[in-house]
Structure formats: C-alpha cells, structure tokens
C-alpha cells in the first residue's frame, strides 16, 4: 500500500469516525483509537457504517508506531500504577517507534476499579482519557465518586456531559467489553502487557520492556526494508510472535471485533483472611536468633521480612527498605531478614541457602544485593560465580551449598511463616503488625513512626530496651495450621491407574488433576522430588477430576473445556505405556492446549490436532490413540477415578491424597517429604 495513499485513508475514517460521535485524542500525544489506526486501509474503501460510541481502546503515540504494547490494567492495583511510571518513561524514550493501546481490567475485588474504569472511558468521549488516567493512577488511594467529578474538572471536561455519560450503559459496557477481551487472552490478573504479542506479566522493570521493545523496533525495519507499510507492521508482527494469541489481540483489539462473551467476567479471587491483612493486628513473629540483622538487637523498632529472591516485587521493595535505613538510624529500627522461597520458584530455595552460607563468611548482605540485582541467574551452577563476585572463600561456600549447611534455618523461617499468615511474599511485621507487598516508603514511616511512639513509652515506663520486642509480641496472634493430614481415609481402588513408583510402596499418594489446571502443573517438580527422594518407598498415583461438564457431571459450568479431551488421550497414552511422558507434553504446553476463541466443536478439534502432534512427538502410536478415543475405551476409567473423588470429598485440583488421608500442607517438596517421613517413622 502506498504511504500518501494510507495517511489519505487514516485520515478519512478518522473523519468519520469523529462524526460518528468516536472522541479523538490530541493528535501531538494521543493518536486515537486502536481499532482504527491499526487496520490496513483499502484505497477504494466501501461505505462504512457510522461507529459505534467506543470502536475502539484509547491508544497513545502514532498511530504507525513500529511496537504497540497493550496496557491491560485496573486503576486500584498497586503494580498497575509502578507499571505506568514505566510506560510513561517508555512514551518518552520511544515518541516516533511506540504506541500504547489501553484494556481495562478492573479486578473484583478493588471496590473502585470499575468506577475509576468508566471514569476514564467517560473523560475518553471528550478527548481526554489519557488526563484523567493520569489522575487516577496517580491518586489511586483517593478513588471516589466525588473525585472522578473533581479530577474531571481540572482536566477541562463539560461537566454536565461528564456526569450524564458516567451514568451511560454504553459506556459501562465498554467496561465489560475490555474485562471480556482481557479475560480471552488469559489476562485475568493485572498488569499484564503484549508488545507486538510478545507477552509480559506484571510490572516489570524498564530494562524488560526495553529488551522486547528494541528488538522489536529490528524486526520493524526488517520488514519495512522489505516493502511492507508501517501501517501493516503491527498486524503481520503481532501473529508471526504469538501464533497461539495474535489473531484474537489483532482482532479484539486493533479491529474492534467481539469477544466471546464467556470472557466477560474475571474470576473473583479467592476470598482472604482478612485477619491477616489487618496491620492493626499485632502477630508473634518470633525470631530464632540466627537471622541476618540490619541495626542494633536493641532496636526500638523491629521491621521483619519475608521474601524470596526469585520474587520480583521482593527486589523492587528494596529500594523503600533502603529508605528505611537511611531515616532511622540503627538504634531505633533494625531489619531482620527471613527467607520464604515459594514452591513455584524453582530457584528460590538455593538461592536462600547461598545468601545464609554467604553470610557464614560475613557477607550476607553482599550476596543479598548480588543475588537480587540478578534475579535470571539464581540457577545451582551460576551460585559460585555470585559468590566470587563478593569476595567469598569458594571451597568453603561450595562445601556450605552442597552440605544443604542452612535448609534448615530456610525451612524454619517458613515455619513461622505459616504460623503468622506471610504466605506470599514480599511480608513484612513492623513490631509485628503486618503489610505485605512492593510498598513506598512513607507505608513503612507511618507505622514505623507509631510504633517507635509506643516503644518510647514503654521504655519510659521501665521496660529494658532489649525485652521492648519480646514484651510487644509475646500476645500477638498466631495462626494454627490445620494437621497435614485429615484423619479420614479415603478409600481409593490404585488398580489400573498410571502410577509413578512400586505398586507395593509404604507410601502412596495419589494426585486428582485436570489438565488445564496451571496449579497442577506447579506441583508436578515437587511430587517427582518426593519420590526421587525415598526411593522405592513412595509411588504417586495419577487420578482425573476435570472441571468440565463435559464429562464430569459434579461441575454445573464449564471451567475448563479443554480438560476432558486432555483426560481421554491420556488414558489413550497410558494404554501405551506413556502416560507419564504425555502428561509432561500436556502440562507444558496446557496454555495453548486448546484455542480461546471460536465454536466449541472448532475449538476441540484444534485441541484434537495439538494431541495428536505431542502423542506423535512422545513416540506414541496416533492411529491407535485415535481409536481408543474414538470407541470411548476410557470411559469406565474415568467414571471410577470421579466417583472415588466425590467419596473422597474432592471438589478442586490438585488434590492431594497420602496413604488415603487428605493433604492440607503446602504444595512442595520439603514440606510433602516431611509428612512422607513421619508416616514412614509411624509418627502420624
């Protein structure tokens, strides 16, 4: 397409599209609607019908940018709002090559996240989204009807018109239209981001978005060296990067098509202690006396934190704790630093015992900068490298790593972890009141400032500086975890199920899964680590529970559609003696199991050929697999693994079942061997 003949056409349908009634952004920052300015433009274009009040995402920057990144956001959330500091330098560094296209996704359980949303979309009708997005990220602790009209006023908007389409049905299903597109494209938390349709996941650091920004800016001008116009870019790059997603982000997003309305709803979280979230509570965080400690042991102050080195937010958090030790010098605050490596970071649990064997040589603090500032390298083998980095004695350090010298120091931090409800990390306990999270600093001074008033006073009192923490929690609250195994037995038939292991084993646990469930791909590491750890002594045996009333008829909905076709060849490669290598190539690849969009018979058939490409690619029979799917041969199987679950009480996965009894532990390999050895030990 020739260039003046595609500005000519933008040109026009902008035209149209304002006449329609479609709210232009100010051309020198905001470069309008998405929808419209990706579409290739025909030159003898048919007569277009009038659009529809919202044709399109707000989008800013030119509207022939070589990189889009879609923003997938809600105004409440906390990393949206360090993400948008990051795109707003990106906007600058990147004026002519970037464009950033807006989705709403206001989370279910931010109480003002879909007003804020309808807000902006309402300030958007009069050409000013991107003023009033500014205004509610950057007051998102203050989000309330009266600041919307507030905020709206000092960004220029017709009041009257304001108010009015505040209150439109249009508006708020524009809303529901971006949480349908979001959710379609499987971002159901926030922020999520797709550059070009390469996919990234919370708010990253500015040298994350710039890696995939300039090598896409590359591929740009390869294609532009190649003849194709800068309008098309987007488009052709989008699907060559993301061939699973990029037909769906072009179309919902660049072209304005609908979504599947089984997308429009986010699924609400799980509901939480609010106990736990409560930072007037005070808990009992005990200390061991083995900690690594910032500041005196008579600190008026204790700030404790849990974290984990492979956790993102736990580095971005420094920065404020750093602050912290600037402000308050070292007879007033010290900071005591716990470990809680997370069972879905495969790195995390090394990483910790490096830091611990780093500071048996005195220089933990050393390490503990070395190994954030190099969060993608925490690997086993790239350990000794960090270590020398920061001076450290190498025989030593690789004699501590090899010994384990310090898993249990680890694995007593995560004791009390679970006892004072840190479960996610970054948590911190300041005088044993809790806020978790990448908080700013003045988070931490506020409650830092009105516990140091309490200390005082107790001193004051007569209280010795050195029992003020021990005398502060020593009636704090503690959580008592449920026993890791509930005292009924399932009654479970192992006869004929893919097991893992000597069918005679002291110690059988049996998993029920659901091949779309991405919490049963998280605990495969650790349930092969048990039984690689005890020998012949464990053997895991697999059961079915999809969450599909295709074919499980406990679900009234249908959770995940690809979960019974997934179940059946299963079955079919367990019949070849290749189960366990089927479900590594299913849960690998369950994200692009089966597409999002389209009719259900397309979609399962779709999923039908991706089966039979991974069965083909694990040495299985295909032909042989189709005929087994095809005559049902799985059928009775399947119904007596779920009639045993809803015996056994299963109503979710993964669910985990040891010698018959539930388990209620946390879902890693520490934790599941310790029940293993106290079962084995007759203990429990």
């Excluded at 005088?431 to 001074?445: A, L, T």
């Excluded at 020593?474 to 292991?501: M, R």
């Excluded at 040495?619 to 015996?647: F, H, Q, T, W």
Aim: overall charge neutral; hydrophobic content about 40%; charged content about 25%.
């Amino acid at each position: 397409m020739k260039k003046d003949t595609a500005i000519i056409a933008i040109i026009g349908a902008a035209v149209l599209a304002f006449v329609a009634g479609t709210m232009m952004n100010k051309p020198a920052k905001k470069a309008g609607d998405a929808a419209a300015a990706a579409q290739p433009v025909q030159a003898q274009a048919a007569p277009v019908a009038a659009a529809p009040a919202f044709a399109g995402n707000p989008s800013l920057g030119p509207a022939d940018a070589k990189v889009t990144i879609i923003e997938i956001s809600d105004y409440q959330c906390p990393f949206c709002s360090r993400a948008k500091a990051t795109l707003d330098e990106l906007h600058k560094e990147y004026p002519n090559d970037v464009r950033i296209v807006f989705v709403n996704q206001p989370l279910a359980f931010h109480n003002q996240a879909r007003p804020a949303a309808i807000a902006s979309l309402a300030a958007h009708k009069q050409g000013k989204f991107w003023e009033m997005y500014d205004k509610l990220f950057s007051n998102a602790k203050e989000l309330n009807d009266d600041n919307y009209k507030k905020w709206g006023k000092e960004i220029g908007l017709d009041m009257a018109k304001f108010e009015t389409d505040l209150k439109d049905a249009d508006v708020a299903k524009a809303v529901d239209r971006d949480q349908a597109v979001a959710n379609a494209l499987g971002v159901s938390g926030t922020p999520g981001f797709f550059i070009n349709g390469v996919k990234l996941e919370g708010a990253q650091p500015k040298e994350e978005f710039k890696k995939i920004i300039d090598e896409q800016i590359k591929k740009a001008n390869d294609e532009v060296g190649k003849g194709t116009a800068l309008a098309e870019i987007n488009e052709k790059l989008t699907r060559a990067n993301n061939p699973a997603q990029g037909a769906q982000i072009v179309g919902f997003v660049f072209k304005g098509e609908e979504p599947p309305k089984t997308a429009a709803a986010a699924p609400a979280p799980p509901k939480r202690d609010k106990l736990g979230d409560d930072p007037n509570v005070v808990w009992k965080v005990e200390l061991h006396g083995d900690e690594p400690v910032h500041g005196n042991a008579d600190a008026l102050v204790t700030l404790v934190e849990f974290t984990d080195f492979q956790c993102p937010f736990c580095s971005k958090v420094r920065a404020a704790l750093e602050e912290v030790k600037k402000n308050y010098p070292a007879d007033k605050v010290r900071l005591v630093f716990k470990n809680q490596p997370l069972p879905f970071h495969n790195n995390a649990m090394i990483a910790a015992e490096a830091a611990l064997c780093a500071g048996d040589q005195g220089k933990f603090w050393q390490m503990e900068e070395r190994l954030f500032s190099n969060q993608g390298e925490l690997d086993a083998d790239k350990l000794p490298g960090h270590a020398k980095e920061v001076g450290l004695n190498l025989d030593k350090f690789n004699k501590c790593l090899a010994d384990h010298k310090f898993k249990a120091q680890v694995l007593k931090d995560q004791a009390t972890a679970e006892k004072i409800t840190a479960t996610g990390t970054p948590a911190f306990f300041i005088n044993g009141r809790k806020i978790g999270g990448n908080r700013p600093f003045d988070d931490f001074k506020k409650l830092i400032d009105e516990e140091m008033g309490k200390a005082e006073a107790k001193v004051a009192a007569g209280v010795a500086r050195k029992d003020v923490y021990v005398k502060t929690i020593g009636d704090g609250k503690e959580f008592i975890p449920p026993p890791p195994l509930e005292a009924k037995v399932a009654d479970f038939d192992y006869v004929g199920s893919p097991t893992l292991g000597p069918k005679d084993a002291k110690v059988k646990i049996v998993e029920y899964k659901d091949f779309e469930c991405p919490f049963c791909a998280k605990v495969i590491p650790a349930l092969k680590q048990v039984h690689k750890d005890n020998g012949g002594k464990v053997s895991i045996i697999f059961k079915h529970f999809p969450l599909s009333n295709q074919c499980n008829p406990k679900m009234s909905r249908e959770m995940h559609p690809g979960a019974c076709l997934a179940a059946y060849w299963s079955f079919a490669a367990d019949a070849q003696g290749k189960f366990w290598e089927f479900e590594d190539i299913v849960f690998q690849n369950y994200q692009n199991m089966m597409p999002r969009e389209g009719e259900m018979p397309a979609r399962l058939a779709a999923q039908t050929e991706n089966l039979k490409r991974w069965a083909k690619e694990i040495g299985m029979d295909v032909a042989k697999a189709e005929a087994y799917v095809g005559a049902k041969s799985y059928e009775e199987r399947l119904k007596k693994d779920m009639n045993e679950a809803v015996a056994a009480g299963v109503n979710g996965t993964p669910a985990i079942y040891i010698n018959g009894r539930k388990y209620n532990g946390g879902m890693n390999a520490d934790r599941i061997n310790k029940v293993v050895s106290q079962l084995l030990e007759g203990k429990l």
